[in-house]
Every structure is written in C-alpha cells, then in structure tokens.
C-alpha cells in the first residue's frame, strides 16, 4: 500500500510545491481548505513518482483527488486502485475536473463512470471583475456598493490579524444565530474549519479582510492561494442587517488582494438555491465542472 500520512500544518511549503505550479484551479487544493477541512476527511497525503497525492474518508470509505503533478500519472493512478483493493473499498475519484475526465477516458475505455456533481462545481471569476464591477451585467452590485457608501460614509475596511479574530468570530456567533446552525450540520463544520484556521493565519498564509461600520466588524472573509494565479475565498460573513454588506467586503477584498491572481475561486453552492442565485450573480468566468470517476 502507499505510505499516505494525515496531512499536517508543517506540510504546506511540501504540498504547495506541487500545488502553486499547477494549473489547476480546483477549491479542493487550496492548502488552507486541505489543512482546515483534515478534522472531517480524515485527509492524507503522500507522493509518488514526482505526483502528491490525497487520500479522504467519507462515510468510513477511503477516497481519492486525481493526483498533482508532472509525468506519467497513470503508473501512479493503477497504485491508487491497488491502495484501494488493499482496504477492500471501491476505487472512487472526487473533484475530477473535465480535462482529466477526457485523460482518463482515454486510459481506460469503458472501465470507468463519470458523475457531474454540480452542487460542488467551483465559481471562478476574473479579479478584475470582482474589484472593477465594470459594464452592465454588474449595475446591481454597484448600487449595493454605492447605498453602503451613502450609509455608512465612514466604514473602514482592514487586513484581517490575529488581533481581530476574536471580533470575527463574535460576528459568526451572531449570523449563527440568526441562521440556525445548531440545526445545519454544514455550518456546524464551517465553524469547526475556522476554529482550525483563524488561530494559524501567518501560519497558513491566509489573506483574509473585515469591514468595520461604527467600529464594530460587519464583515469579514478570507482564504488562501490555490495555484500562482488563482486564489481561493474559503468563508465570508456579514451582519445581513448591514444592508450592502456582503457586496461591499466581496468588493474590497477583490481590490486588496494582490494582482498576481488573475483568478478568484469562490467556491460551491452545495445545492442551495439562495447561494446559487448569490454566486451566479457575479457573472463567473468558469463554472468548473468536476466529477465523481468510479471504477466498473
């Protein structure tokens, strides 16, 4: 079997040397999604044959992310498939975006089965669209924009620290509150994710942003590098009675944020009609299809 081994903060500058030189835009290889989310994958990590790869755990079953790296993967693939053969599971690949679907229809004809899992496809937009708000698709949001302005003339926006972490997270108790976590398991683990993350901001590189109205956080998002020009938004929060407040963090965090990452990958909807609606509002570049690749 391979030597996979539970994936630890000491690992980034490891995994980030596969990661950051792919092209690969995928939510899933951000090291602060792979680091923060490890409490409920269960997830792993090993490398091979110039390729790292990902183990994960659903439901007690091992699954696998198509491998990162340069060469020839499919020695590597056929290791995965005895890895899972040896845990006597099925060998099953998640977030397997559409051009590696064609690589491996090519490698094993009629061996495999590909499921489209559209409630975990990734929103990529352009960073120049999320900060200009440019053109007449984006009228909406800049009116959100501009009555935040009028109403609040003296917000101010900061880089998130340590020293505001306890603010934020004052802020998440409140928006928990107001919707039902203790009733939705997916916030329960968004919460647990940011309780692995908030306390290793220098740590895991994380750039984050709050807004400040009054002088108390409305807002606040943050996220990590993806690859060397995509970057990826893990959680944004705001106080839904601060009208304008989600548009206007989206906005200034988009203007903050460095211009090497032409791209800005802002996640899933999870199937949830109200998030779809949000995400498809700003106008994505790419809606990033991925795929779950079963083996016949």
Known sequence: MIAFRPIELEDKERVQRYTLTSLR??????????????????????EMNGFLLFRFYLDDEPVYMMPVGEGDILPVIEALREDARALQAPFRMLGVCLDMCDELKAAYPDQLSFEADRDFFDYVYLHTDLSTLRGKKFQPKRNHINRFRAM????????????????CLRLESLWCKANDCAENEALQDERRFMGQVLPHLSE??????????????VAFTFGGAINQETFD????????????????????????????????????????????????????????????????
């Open 152 to 167: 609040y003339p003296d917000y101010e926006y900061k880089p998130l620290t340590p020293e505001l972490v306890p603010e």
């Open 25 to 46: 835009r995928n939510c899933d290889l951000s090291f602060v999604n792979l680091y923060g989310w490890r409490f409920l994958y269960r997830t792993q990590i090993a």
């Open 204 to 217: 895991l590189d994380v750039v984050g942003g709050v807004l400040h109205v009054n002088g108390d956080i």
């Open 233 to 296: 938004t893990c959680v944004e929060k705001a106080d839904t009675g601060i009208e304008g407040a989600y548009a206007m963090i989206n906005y200034e965090f988009a203007n903050h944020l460095p211009e090497q990452y032409v791209y800005i990958n802002r996640e899933e909807d999870l199937g949830l009609e109200g998030l779809r609606k949000a995400k498809l509002s700003y106008q994505p570049e790419i809606l990033l299809e991925k795929y779950i690749v079963t083996w016949l």
